[in-house]
């Protein structure tokens, strides 16, 4: 979109918010650049330059702006509705993999070369995935200066930074500050985290309808791993650097988010995780539009506009758990799940609630006690299959994960059927196209709604909704009574 200078134009003299992290705006006379919406007085147009990502405005030299704060803008959704290797790529950047394991690291888990990796995103973002990691890295301190009372040397490490100054540099860089003067510029009466504890805002697009999103994920936690406490929904978090735990609550204007961390150099992956859990980095306006020129979703889409589809913070586990869902109640495949997770996962503390473990990887389940596998014998080989081909790589439902391979891949194992492959593509891996035709709910709500009701010809029906079916389905499940539609009393 950055290359259609008159549509950026319009955006920003609007201030127009829908087009937050879609592109940035830098500003040749001040030197900053600004998000669409920035409340600033709009520069004139001939000093505007368009750019696809903060790093790439940084690297052309602009600093991020101290009014609208730009890095804080919600994700592209570019990278969720793409399967291309850039979208690919993007994802992993902000689940940390360049951080970790470097771009020889990024370029094998997508099966490219560093060479090609560095030159597609330089192509269509300007700049390559080290500029990138970095400007997240930078984004991470920033949150760390102002939240926290940490020493400057232990935010630089925990953000990721490789030593003191790089840290110092890049702050002054992108912030125009020095970190002291960061924080000193918002402690007044701001709070502080305390014992690895961070409370944060994310943003959002509007319209956001929190209802099914929140709802789903509390009628299906597992016991153990998730629950509905006071108005949020509590999780644990198998990070890079140890356990974590997140407390989620919907607001009107952004999800209240508590993190509290065994390390702090996880606060980049927490925050990633739980944003694409959330799909908070959705285009609702663009979705609901298409969706809404369909007669029959028409009074739906105007009825809950801005759906999200609620995903996964793991796609390994939710891939277990939809094979112990297959053809049994909610409530039943809860139950299979925290059996599981009594016998297989580790232990975590949590004082502030009644979270006791981490599902368990598929490493600890490939000779699971019979006695924790209370199904028949065919799913257990299904169970048996699957996780032993994610423990060896050989099947791979990460947010970086090629959808149509990993379609592929599921299909060869035993016992696994379209309803289980496009759950996973659904939650797991974040396909926004994914349409599981063969759901009771879905069939429930086309013969409802007057739609065909034999899996192939609503398949055929719902081609006009495309690129968006999983968005149709969560209007669609909303017809029903099921509390998975509902937030929690």
Avoid at 128 to 148: D, F, H
Avoid at 368 to 374: F, K, Q, S
Wanted: charged share 20%; hydrophobic share 40%.
């Amino acid at each position: 979109m950055h290359e259609d200078t008159e549509r950026c134009v319009r955006a920003v003299q609007a201030k127009d918010a829908r087009f937050d992290g879609w592109f940035f705006t830098g500003v040749v006379t001040t030197g900053i650049y600004c998000r669409p919406s920035c409340p600033a007085v709009p520069p004139k147009p001939a000093n505007m330059r368009f750019y696809p990502s903060a790093a790439a405005a940084q690297q052309a030299g602009f600093r991020a702006c101290k009014r609208c704060r730009p890095d804080t803008s919600p994700g592209s959704p570019e990278w969720n509705h793409r399967a291309d290797v850039v979208a690919r790529a993007m994802r992993l950047v902000a689940d940390g993999v360049v951080d970790r394991e470097g771009v020889p690291g990024l370029a094998t888990r997508l099966g490219y070369s560093t060479r090609q990796i560095e030159r597609q995103l330089r192509a269509e973002l300007g700049a390559g995935p080290l500029a990138l990691a970095r400007a997240q890295r930078a984004q991470t301190a920033r949150l760390l200066i102002e939240t926290s009372t940490l020493p400057m040397s232990d935010v630089a490490f925990a953000s990721g930074f490789a030593s003191i100054r790089a840290f110092n540099d890049t702050i002054r860089e992108v912030f125009a500050q020095t970190p002291t003067e960061l924080r000193d510029r918002v402690s007044r009466g701001h709070p502080t985290a305390v014992n690895g504890t961070l409370s944060l805002r994310l943003p959002f697009r509007q319209p956001f309808f929190p209802d099914n999103l929140f709802g789903h994920l509390a009628a299906t936690a597992v016991p153990g791993v998730e629950e509905w406490r006071d108005g949020a929904y509590r999780r644990t978090l198998r990070l890079p650097h140890g356990p974590g735990v997140v407390s989620l609550k919907p607001t009107p204007t952004y999800v209240a988010c508590t993190l509290t961390l065994t390390d702090l150099r996880d606060l980049t992956i927490a925050i990633s995780r739980c944003r694409w859990m959330l799909d908070l980095d959705a285009d609702p306006v663009a979705v609901d539009e298409l969706l809404a020129h369909d007669d029959v979703l028409e009074p739906l889409i105007h009825k809950a506009p801005g759906r999200r589809v609620p995903r996964t913070a793991c796609g390994v586990e939710f891939g277990i758990r939809a094979v112990l869902g297959q053809q049994v109640s909610t409530a039943a495949a809860r139950t299979h799940a925290a059996r599981l997770v009594r016998a297989h996962g580790e232990q975590v503390d949590d004082p502030a609630g009644g979270l006791t473990h981490l599902f368990p990887m598929p490493e600890a389940l490939m000779d699971p006690d019979p006695a924790t596998l209370a199904f028949p014998e065919s799913r257990r080989a299904t169970l048996k299959a699957l996780v032993t081909a994610l423990a060896s790589g050989d099947l791979d439902l990460s947010v970086g994960a090629d959808w149509d391979e990993a379609r592929a891949k599921l299909a060869d194992l035993p016992g696994i059927g379209p309803w289980t492959i496009e759950t996973i593509a659904m939650r797991s891996l974040g396909d926004p196209d994914a349409f599981v035709a063969t759901d009771l709910g879905v069939r429930h709500a086309a013969r409802l709604l007057d739609l065909p009701s034999t899996p192939a010809a609503l398949t055929r029906r719902a081609a006009a909704w495309r690129p968006w079916r999983s968005y149709a389905v969560q209007h669609l499940w909303a017809t029903g009574d099921h509390a998975i539609n509902t937030i929690p009393a």
